[in-house]
């Protein structure tokens, strides 16, 4: 199992959380998206490693702004 911490901006309600929850979610692998609104960390667990790419793809898809 890998898992790994992005920082996620423009988050501000529970329906941002949903949105960045579903489009990570959706990536082949993921087991698990786990995000913290107050601080926008967005920890996501997969069974293979993910590219950074694909998961910054998800968040912009979803309206918001991977910035690490």
Known sequence: MFE???TVTG???QHCVASVT???G???GVQG????????AVTVSS??????????S???EAGYTLTA
Request: net charge negative; charged share 40%; hydrophobic share 35%.
């Open 47 to 56: 069974d293979a490693e993910l590219s950074d790419d694909a998961v910054r």
């Open 33 to 40: 998206v786990n995000v913290d609104l107050e601080t926008g």
């Open 22 to 24: 579903e489009e990570v």
């Open 26 to 28: 959706e990536l082949d």
């Open 4 to 6: 790994k911490t992005y």
């Open 11 to 13: 988050m501000t309600c």
């Open 58 to 60: 998800a968040v912009e």
